[in-house]
C-alpha cells in the first residue's frame, strides 16, 4: 500500500512512518509492525497495511473524559495478589472505559484514516485491531497476551467499538499483576492501537514462529506451528498445532533443511462469522483434512527464511544476537504468506551461557498422560483441576494447574503453580508461553487430562525426557544437576556423546562436546517409523489387518517406503543439525532378528534364530537379497539429509561387518542410492567389534575412513560370553586382559594405516581406569553417554596431563 500522501498526525501513525524509535509513540507492537513494513517489505517480507492511534490519542481518551482521575482512585484499593480484589477492581475499571464514548477529534482520526485504508484496498476493508502498550514487547518486558486482539472488524462503528475494548484491555487482570509486579506504573502506560488490513487465513492457515527453539534454547532453529483459520485458535491454545523445525544454517545456503514434521490434531478452524452475531467463530475440521498437514513444504520453507530475515535485522538493530516471536498468516484468496506480529524472544534469549541445569528422575511409575513439553524441568505436586474462570479462587500455591485451556486472564494464578497440564495447545500457545517466562515445566496438548486426572491426586510431571512430557503417578524424587561450563577445558581426545533420541538432540548439543560417535538408527526406527521396511515396500500384498495397522502409523502418506524414507531422515536429521558442523556418525540398523520383528508388520520377514545376536544382523543384512531394497530405503534417508537438507557432517558407520568383502558389498550397495564413499565429502566408518576386525584392522583400513570399538560384542565375542545371559554376566569386563590387548592392537594398527579410530561402547562411560587405559593408547575419540561425558571429560583431561 502506498500511504506517501498520507499525513502523521498528533493522533494517528501509519506503519511507513513508524519504527523501534517510536515505541513510546505507538507501543511495542506497532512499532515493531512498523519498523518490518518499512526495512523488510523492500527485503520481500510481506507485512499487512496499516496504521496505529498513539499515546497522546490515549492520554486525551484519559484526561478529556475524566476517565484518568476515576481510574487512580479504583486502583488506590485494588491489591493484586487477591484474585478476588483484583477481578473486582478490573471490572470496574474495563466497565467504565466501555461506557465512555471515544472522543470526536481521536474518532474521527480514526475513521478518517479507516476510510483511507479501505480506498487503497478499493474496497471496504476488514481490519485487525491490536492493542499494543508502550512497556510491551521489550526485551525486558514481556508477556503473552497481556492486551487483546479483535478480528474481521468492518465499518466504522464496529472498528469505535473495538477500538474502546482494546482501550480497556489494558486493565485486564493479568495487564494489571504484570505491571505490579514488574515495577511498571498502571498510569504511565498507554495504549495504542494497531489497525491491520486482514489476511483471509480463515480461508487457508495461520500461526506462530519462533527463530530459536523455545524449549533448549537451541539457536539455529525455526520453530513453527500451523493450524487451519484464524490464527487466535493457536495462540489461544485452542487447537494442538501441527509443528515444524527448520535449520537455519543451511537454510541460507539454499538447501532444504526442514528438520521435523509432526502431524497435530487441528481439531477446529477459526472463520468470520458471516451473517452471525460475532465476528469470529470455530467449525470443526474434516477428519481427513485434519490428518493432512496444513501448510506444504514451500510455505514452510518461505516462513523459515523471512525468520532468518527478521532476526538478522532485529540483531543488527539491537547489537547482539535477538531471536525472534513472530505470528504469521496465509490468505486463502491469494495464496499469499504474511507476517501480522513480531517482537524478541524474551525467555531464552536471557537463559545463562555458562551455566547448564539437568533434571533427573531417580525412578518411575506408572504414566498417567503424555503430550509436549514445555522447559526441561520437572515438578510435583497435587492435582487441581480448573473448569473455568469462576474456579480461580479455590487455587492454592504449589498445586499442579490441570485445564483444558489457560486464558490470559490466569496469569496471577498460574504463576503460583508447581507445573501446568493442558488438554489443549502446542509449544507455542499460552499456557506454553507463560510457563516458559514463570519457569514452570508445563505439559500441553495432553487431549484427556482432565479425564484422567482427580483433583487432589498426587502427580509428577516431568519435561526432562525430550519432546513429549509425561504425567507420572505420585510424588517421585528427582534430582537437579547444575554444570558450570565456565572455563572448562578441551582435551586434545574428542569427546563425543552417544545419542539416541531426536527429541534430546538441541538440549545435549548444549554439553561441552566434539560432535556425536554414535547415534543409533534403531531408535529412530523403533519410535518414529515403527513399521518393518519390508511391510512398507509390500503394503499392496498385505492382508487387510495389517494394512490398516499400518494406515494407523503412516497417517497422510501414501507412498508407504516414501514415510520410511522421511520419518527416519527426520530423525536423523534433529540430531546431525544439533551438533553441526561437528561430525556425527550414523550407524546403519543394528536390529536383531527378534527386535525387527516386533515392528508392524515385522513377524512375516523375519526368520527365527535361536541366536540373534550373532545370525542375521548388520551388514550381512543390508547386501541379502531379502533385504537390499529395505537397506535402501536407510540410504535414500541418508542422502536425504545430506544433498537435500545440506547436512555434510552427517558420517555413517557399518556395523557387525564380519568380511572386508561384506564391507565392499555394502559400500556397493550404498552406492546404488547415491552413497559414495569420498564423494561430496561422504566418510564411512566399520564397527570394530568383532575379532575378524581386530585381526584384519590393516585391511579393513583401506576400504573405511576408521574405526569406531564397540567394546560390549567385542567383550561378547573375544570371551565368547552372551551378554544378554545373566548366569555367565559375572564373566563379562571390558576391562579383561585380552578385551584390551584386541584394543590396544587395533589402535595401533589405525595409527599406522592414518585412519581414525574411537571407541562407542559402554565402558568408558561406566570405568573412569578405561577411559585413563585409552587415552595411553593413543585413541582418537571416545564416544560417552550423555550423563557420563563431563566426568569423563574430566578424568581424560587428568590422563592427558599425566602422560
Known sequence: MNTATSVATEYIRWFDQ??????????????????????????????????????????????????????????????????????????????????????????????????????????????????????????????????????????????????????????????????????????????????QQMVRSDLASSGVMFSIDTESGFKDAVLINAAYGLGENVVQGSVNPDEYYVFKPTLKEGFRPILKKTLGGKELQ??????????????????????????????????????????????????????????????????????????????????????????????????????????????????????????????????????????????????????????????????????????????????????????????????????????????????????????????????????????????????????????????????????????????????????QAIENVTKGYDDKPQFFVDRLAEGVAMIAAAFYPKDVILRFSDFKTNEYAHLVGGAAYEPIEENPMIGYRGASRYYHPDYSEAFGLECRAVDKVRSVMGLKNLKVMIPFCRTVEEGKRVQSEMAKHGLRRGEDGLQVYVMCELPSNVFLADQFAEIFDGFSIGSNDLTQLILGVDRDSEIVAHVFDERNEAVQRAIASVIKTAKEKHVKIGICGQAPSDYPEFAEFLVRQGIDSMSLTPDAILKTTMRVLEAESDS
Open 18 to 195: 513508524i519504527g523501534m524509535d517510536d515505541v513510546g509513540i505507538v507501543g511495542g507492537k506497532n512499532a515493531s509492525l512498523g519498523e518490518m513494513y518499512r526495512q523488510l517489505t523492500p527485503r520481500g517480507v510481506l507485512i499487512p497495511p496499516g496504521f496505529a492511534t498513539t499515546s497522546a490519542a490515549y492520554r486525551v481518551f484519559l484526561d478529556d473524559t475524566g476517565l484518568g482521575a476515576k481510574i487512580t482512585q479504583i486502583l488506590s484499593g485494588m491489591n493484586v495478589d487477591d484474585i478476588g480484589s483484583l477481578q473486582h477492581h478490573g471490572a470496574l475499571i474495563r466497565h467504565m472505559i466501555l461506557e465512555t464514548p471515544i472522543p470526536d477529534e481521536i474518532s474521527h482520526a480514526i475513521v478518517e484514516s479507516y476510510h483511507e485504508l479501505c480506498k487503497q484496498r478499493g474496497s471496504v476493508a476488514d481490519v485487525a485491531v491490536r492493542s499494543s502498550a508502550t512497556a510491551e514487547d521489550l526485551p525486558d518486558a514481556s508477556f503473552a497476551g497481556q492486551q487483546e486482539t479483535y478480528l474481521n472488524v468492518r465499518g466504522q462503528a464496529s472498528l469505535l467499538d473495538a477500538c474502546r475494548r482494546c482501550f480497556a484491555s489494558l486493565f485486564t487482570d493479568r495487564a494489571m499483576s504484570y505491571r505490579v509486579h514488574h515495577g511498571f506504573d498502571h498510569m504511565q502506560v498507554a495504549l495504542s492501537i494497531g489497525i
Open 270 to 547: 477459526m472463520v468470520y462469522d458471516v451473517g452471525g452475531s460475532k465476528m469470529t467463530k470455530n467449525v470443526p475440521v474434516a477428519k481427513d483434512r485434519a490428518e493432512r498437514f496444513a501448510l506444504e513444504d514451500d510455505d514452510i520453507l518461505q516462513l523459515a527464511r523471512w525468520a532468518c530475515v527478521i532476526e538478522d535485522h532485529y540483531s543488527e538493530l539491537r547489537g547482539g544476537f535477538c531471536p525472534m516471536d513472530m505470528e504469521w498468516a496465509k490468505d486463502g484468496q491469494t495464496g499469499k504468506l504474511y507476517i501480522v506480529q513480531a517482537r524478541p524472544e524474551t525467555v531464552q534469549s536471557r537463559a545463562a551461557a555458562t551455566t547448564l541445569q539437568r533434571y533427573h528422575l531417580k525412578s518411575k511409575s506408572k504414566c498417567l498422560l503424555t503430550g509436549r513439553s514445555v522447559g526441561e524441568k520437572i515438578a510435583s505436586g497435587p492435582v487441581r483441576l480448573i473448569r473455568d474462570v469462576h474456579a480461580l479462587g479455590d487455587f492454592q500455591t504449589g498445586e499442579i494447574l490441570v485445564t483444558d485451556k489457560t486464558d490470559p486472564d490466569w496469569e496471577p494464578v498460574m504463576k503460583r503453580a508447581a507445573g501446568i497440564i493442558t488438554n489443549r495447545g502446542g509449544r507455542t500457545c499460552h499456557a506454553a508461553i507463560v510457563s516458559r517466562e514463570l519457569g514452570l515445566p508445563a505439559i500441553v496438548g495432553t487431549v484427556e487430562g482432565t479425564r484422567v486426572l482427580e483433583d487432589g491426586q498426587q502427580v509428577t510431571i516431568s519435561c526432562a525426557e525430550g519432546d513429549t512430557g509425561s504425567v507420572y503417578e505420585g510424588a517421585l524424587e528427582f534430582e537437579v544437576e547444575q554444570i558450570d561450563l565456565a572455563g572448562l577445558q578441551r582435551p586434545r581426545t574428542k569427546m563425543m556423546m552417544n545419542v539416541a533420541s531426536p527429541e534430546e538432540a538441541f538440549a545435549l548439543s548444549g554439553l561441552p562436546n566434539d560432535g556425536i560417535g554414535l547415534a543409533r538408527e534403531e531408535f529412530i526406527i523403533t519410535n518414529f517409523v515403527r513399521v518393518h521396511p519390508k511391510a512398507l515396500l509390500d503394503f499392496e500384498t498385505l492382508d487387510q489387518s495389517t494394512r
